[in-house]
């Protein structure tokens, strides 16, 4: 089978859709199929298009043709919001009309990070939400196929009269284990034996308006006196963090960098307002760095993790459950190590791009067998 991905981006251009799209690309290659990566900028090579970002119509009717001249089997578009909008190589204005002209001749499917966030209190969110779900909607409804790795999403996209029910596609952690020397890691920033070290990696304002929970769990392990070091990772600012907090904050890291931090961690933290979600890319690096995991459960969280020892959820609101499931942790480093073992095996079971690559191939081969 001959395959497209089509994005804004690919590399040497960075991001998580950018290394989702090779990442996907890599898994059904190794399947034996053909795939073919389009994106707006980025390197040409042997299987990369660059189309350029001239957001004209006479520009998409330009690539409409290069895309038809293909050959494709079936073509997969990366979505986000935002990610066509104005100023994009891909107008979001354009961008139904477009992908109903392609479905029109090819087989086509959409993969669905995002469908927007809307929020009353927030009535910019809300306009710019409201517009963009409309614009989504409509691409997902001329689709033949739409993916997402969310179950709430799931949920969402099955009330949009989509032609199939939408299919469960998970995504994969893009910081792979690189093998390190993780003691003397330890030692280099003076982080003696016995010490905890509880990890926050990225998650923007989900993180920023769930700092409560971190402020009580400061109190609470200097109250009982559990020495323990915060690792803030992904852009997380110290200021977040109370004044007297034992805080490492290594700015920039490589792949390998991150992966021998990540190793160092004893107990990776995700509190975040909307809950953890499968389709948080830091949770399932977390998980294949047999880490174990506390976060919060909230609108947005997977039923899926009622089920999965290593990853422990308190309710979004309770705070103290928050603290105390990490409490209950940190005096327990033989269970850290069991779950946490028992996360990496998970992990590779479930969310290993093979794996995710077989889930898309196998539901566009059903899709087939449709015709």
């Known amino acids: 089978m001959r395959l497209g991905i089509l994005t804004h981006s690919l590399p040497p251009q960075e991001g998580g859709i950018v290394d989702h799209t090779v990442q996907l690309a890599q898994g059904i290659r190794q399947q034996g199929h053909e795939v073919i990566m389009i994106g707006g900028r980025g390197a040409a090579t042997h299987a990369t298009l ?101 179950q709430p999403l799931i949920h969402e996209l099955d009330g949009w009269g989509l032609r199939f029910p939408a299919v469960m596609l998970p995504i994969s952690s893009n910081i792979p284990v690189i093998e390190a020397d993780v003691a003397a890691l330890r030692t280099r920033h003076g982080i003696i034996t016995n010490t905890l070290v509880l990890t926050l990696f990225g998650g923007g304002n989900n993180l920023k308006w769930m700092m409560r929970h971190i402020v009580l769990l400061e109190q609470q392990l200097n109250a009982v006196r559990i020495a323990h070091t915060w690792l803030l990772l992904g852009g997380v600012p110290r200021a977040w963090l109370p004044a007297e907090a034992s805080v490492l904050a290594p700015g920039w890291l490589s792949l390998e960098e991150l992966s021998a931090y990540m190793q160092m961690t004893d107990i990776f933290l995700m509190p975040n307002w909307v809950g953890v979600s499968a389709k948080r890319g830091t949770l399932m690096a977390a998980l294949e760095h047999g880490l174990a995991v506390v976060g919060t459960r909230g609108y947005m969280s997977d039923d899926l993790w009622n089920n999965v020892e290593g990853v422990i959820l308190a309710d979004v609101n309770d705070a103290r459950g928050f603290c105390e499931a990490v409490l209950s942790l940190a005096r327990d480093p033989h269970r850290r190590r069991r779950i946490g073992h028992a996360n990496r095996e998970y992990f590779s079971k479930q969310f290993a791009w093979s794996r995710i690559a077989d889930e898309l191939i196998k539901a566009v081969f059903t899709l087939e067998d449709l015709r």
């Open 50 to 150: 660059i189309v350029g970002e001239d957001r004209r119509a006479s520009a998409l009717d330009r690539l409409l043709a290069t895309i038809a001249e293909l050959g494709l089997d079936h073509l997969v578009l990366q979505y986000t919001p935002l990610m066509y909008a104005r100023g994009s190589w891909l107008p979001d204005r354009p961008l139904v009309r477009f992908w109903r002209s392609l479905s029109a001749r090819m087989r086509t499917s959409v993969i669905v990070h995002e469908t927007y966030f809307l929020s009353w209190s927030h009535p910019t969110s809300l306009l710019r939400g409201s517009f963009q779900k409309t614009k989504l909607k409509n691409t997902a409804k001329e689709s033949h196929i739409v993916f997402t790795a969310s």
